[in-house]
């Protein structure tokens, strides 16, 4: 899925700015607040959301592994 502003009314930039000032920490949070407050469907505010926690990161094997414990989850990753 590409996100793009003429599918989604926003460049992917500007939703990373939406969910930076929206202040939350949880993915279900964030999509929420996609879905209501910016009328997005279930798989464009998911994709976004994912996007989001996985920004900067490169997609090398241990990166993956990294990504998946990014934000809240983050303290799990020494376990």
């Given at each position: ?10 460049s ?9 000032a ?8 964030l ?37 998946q ?11």
């Amino acid at each position: 899925m590409t996100i793009s502003p003429q599918n989604s009314g926003r460049s992917l930039t500007d939703w990373f700015t939406v969910l930076e000032a929206a202040g939350l920490d949880k993915h279900t949070d964030l999509m929420k607040h996609l879905k209501t407050e910016h009328g997005l469907s279930h798989g464009f505010a998911n994709g976004i959301v994912l996007q989001f926690w996985a920004r900067g990161v490169s997609q090398t094997d241990e990166a993956l592994v990294d990504a998946q414990y990014i934000g809240p989850k983050s303290v799990l990753r020494p376990i």
